[in-house]
């Protein structure tokens, strides 16, 4: 199983960014797919999860309203669109499948 997390870059506070998560090697319309991040100093968390079966989303309290995590089941790719970017969004960007797969991290910078 291979995850390859993409579209990270440096942007200006209240910017917009979205992640790419490109999945192979599982059934990814079986999968749930969820987003993490970890900051420099602090422990990895989850911030965004879809579920396989009804597409029903979860977020956490810090990135609600302002992240969206979709699906595209024909592409086996997962997106996470970041609106109102905040200097404390500055993390690795990680995608896990299936709640067991990971992929390699892609960096956001925000700017004050």
């Known amino acids: 199983v291979q995850l390859q997390a993409s579209g990270g870059g440096l942007v200006q506070a209240g910017g917009s960014l979205r992640l790419s998560c490109a999945v192979s090697g599982l059934t990814f319309g079986n999968s749930a797919i969820a987003w993490f991040r970890q900051a420099p100093g602090k422990e990895r968390e989850g911030i965004a999860c879809i579920v396989s079966d009804n597409d029903d989303t979860v977020y956490s309290d810090s990135v609600k309203g302002r992240f969206t995590i979709s699906r595209d089941n024909a592409k086996n790719t997962s997106y996470l669109q970041m609106n109102s970017l905040k200097p404390e969004d500055t993390a690795v960007y990680y995608c896990?499948?299936?709640?067991?797969?990971w992929g390699k991290g892609t960096q956001v910078t925000v700017s004050s």
């Open positions: 896990n499948a299936a709640w067991k797969y």
